[in-house]
C-alpha cells in the first residue's frame, strides 16, 4: 500500500515536472513571436514604402487587413460552435443586429483604431523603423493616463517613474533625430520627417484611446473578444473603404484596388491582419513582464535590422534615448507590490495591439465539450 503510494506521488512529481517544462517552453515560444511580429510589422512597411517603383495605396491595405481580420474571427466563432452554421448565424445576427446598441458602442473604437492603422503607414513612411518603433512606445504613456483618468486605475511609483524615463528618451531620440534629418530620411527624398512624427504622435493618442475605451466596452459585456473584433472589423472595413474613397478613390478607379500589390506588399497585410490576433493566443502563456521584454527587444532587433537594411545610423544618443525607454518599458511591465491596487490591465499597453488583449476571452479558441457562453 505504501508503495503505491510512494509511486504515485512520483508520478505526479513528475507530472508536474513535465507541466512546469511545458510551460517554460511555450513561454519562450511567446517571446519569441511576440518580438518577430513587433519588429516584422515595422521593418516590413518601412521596407515596401521605400522601395523604388509603383506604391500600393495604404488605405487598401488597411481596409484588406480588416475583411481578413473579420474572416479568421468568424472562422474561430464557427470553430467555437462545433461548425454549425445555423447556430453560429444565429448567434451573429443577435450578437450583431439585434443587440444594434451594443454593437453601435464599437463605432467610436473602430473609426480610432482605421485612423491608426492609416496613420502608420504615414508615420513609417516618413520615418525610420528604429525611430518610429521607439517614438511609438509613448502609446504605453498615453495608456497609462487614459486608463487613469477614464478608469480611475491606480499606477504604482515605479511606473510613474518609468513613464517619466520613457518620455525623456524618447525627447532625447527626436533631438537626435532633429539635428541628424538628413540622415534619418535618406532612404527617399519625398519623404517629410515632420509628417512622421506629428502621425506617430497622433496615433499613440488614439491608440491610448481606444485601448481603454474596448477595455471599458469589453468589462462592460458578457460578449467574446473574437464578437468584439467582428464587430470592429465591420466598422473598420466600412470605415476604411470611407477612407480609400476620400484619399484614392479616383487613382484607385484608374489602377484598381490592388495596384502595386506583390508578395512583400501581401505578407505586410497578413502580418497585420493575424499578427495581433496570434497575439491574442500567444499572450495566454506570456506575463506582462516578458510582454515588456520582448517589447524591449524588439526594439534592438528593429534598430539593428536598420542599420543593416536601411543604413540607419546609431549614435550615442540615440543609444542613451533608446535605452531609456527599454529600460522604461521593462519597469512598467513589473508587477505592483503586493497589497497595491491592481493595474494590471494597464500594463497591457506594451503589447502589440490593444485589439490583442483579451484577458479571459481568449480561453474558448478550441471547441470544448459544449459551446461557450458568450
Known sequence: MAGGNHSKAGEERAASRGQSEANRRLKYISLAVLVVQNASLILSIRYVRTLPGDRFFTTSA??????LKVLTCLLIILLQRRFNVKETVYFLVD????????????????????LQNNLQYVAISNLPAATFQVTYQLKILTT???????LRKSLSRVQWVSLLLLFAGVAIVQVQQEGNKEASVSGGSNQNYTVGLVA?????????????????????????VWVRNVQLGIFGTALGMLGLWWNDGAAM?????????TDMVWCVIFNQAFGGLLVAVVVKYADNILK?????????VSTAMSVYLFGFHVDPLF?????LVIGAVYMYSLPKASGSPSSS???????????????????????????PAD
Do not use: H, N, W
Not at 499597453?349 to 471547441?367: I, K, N, T, V, Y
Open 345 to 371: 490591465s494597464s500594463a497591457s499597453a506594451s503589447s502589440a495591439s490593444p485589439q490583442a488583449d483579451g484577458g479571459a476571452d481568449m480561453e474558448a479558441f478550441l471547441p470544448k465539450a459544449a459551446p
Open 253 to 261: 478607379a484608374q489602377r484598381g484596388f490592388l495596384f502595386g500589390y
Open 95 to 114: 450578437s450583431i443586429v439585434f443587440q444594434y446598441k451594443d454593437t453601435l458602442k464599437l463605432a467610436v473604437p473602430s473609426l480610432i483604431y482605421t
Open 319 to 323: 543609444t542613451a534615448g533608446a535605452g
Open 62 to 67: 488597411v481596409v484588406m487587413a480588416e475583411v
Open 144 to 150: 497609462a493616463l487614459f486608463s487613469v483618468l477614464m
Open 200 to 224: 506617430v504622435v497622433i496615433s499613440c493618442l488614439s491608440s491610448g484611446f481606444a485601448g481603454v475605451y474596448f477595455e471599458k466596452i469589453l468589462k462592460g459585456s458578457s460578449a467574446s
Open 292 to 300: 515588456g521584454f520582448a517589447t524591449s527587444f524588439s526594439i534592438v
